[in-house]
């Protein structure tokens, strides 16, 4: 991933913080809801558990997602295409993303296992983005 957006979001984003990822719904009209969101080398994770989400995105993959914080206008905006994951590296990573954000004790507490009937991992894999604020770049 491109190492200006890791920063950029880094810079605004905490692992427990929110963000709001937009898919396409069956109409064609976005359909946006409050996420939280991990980063990994492989893209943007997120941990999908309802059905509309994961259905947009198995008939189409493009995905935005808006970081930003409360009392700035400061934000980052990332398009691209996510990759529902359930394999066994996919389930390492959701843990992992599970962990930084709320401790091993939580993990214990939530810990499952990653299908396509319960709970997925999303990766989404950026296509472009715009910085604005920290640096004003856009790709």
């Given at each position: 991933?491109?190492?200006e957006l890791i920063n950029a979001i880094r810079a605004i984003h905490s692992p427990n913080g929110w963000?709001?990822?937009?898919?396409?719904?069956?109409?064609?009209?976005?359909?946006?809801?409050?996420?939280?969101?991990?980063?990994?080398?492989?893209?943007?994770?997120?941990?999908?558990?309802?059905?509309?989400?994961?259905?947009?995105?198995?008939?189409?993959?493009?995905?935005?997602?808006?970081?930003?914080?409360?009392?700035?206008?400061?934000?980052?905006?990332?398009?691209?295409?996510?990759?529902?994951?359930?394999?066994?590296?996919?389930?390492?990573?959701?843990?992992?993303?599970?962990?930084?954000?709320?401790?091993?004790?939580?993990?214990?507490?939530?810990?499952?296992?990653?299908?396509?009937?319960?709970?997925?991992?999303?990766?989404?894999?950026?296509?472009?983005?715009?910085?604005?604020?920290?640096?004003?770049?856009?790709?």
């Amino acid at each position: 991933m491109n190492k200006e957006l890791i920063n950029a979001i880094r810079a605004i984003h905490s692992p427990n913080g929110w963000v709001h990822l937009s898919t396409i719904g069956l109409n064609g009209e976005p359909h946006v809801t409050p996420m939280m969101m991990g980063i990994h080398d492989q893209g943007l994770l997120f941990s999908l558990t309802g059905k509309q989400k994961k259905r947009n995105l198995e008939r189409d993959p493009r995905a935005c997602v808006a970081i930003s914080q409360t009392d700035v206008m400061d934000h980052v905006i990332v398009w691209g295409t996510i990759e529902l994951r359930h394999d066994d590296l996919a389930q390492q990573i959701w843990n992992e993303m599970i962990q930084n954000a709320f401790g091993k004790e939580y993990l214990g507490q939530i810990a499952r296992k990653l299908s396509i009937e319960q709970t997925s991992l999303g990766i989404m894999t950026p296509t472009r983005h715009r910085i604005y604020g920290l640096n004003d770049q856009e790709d």
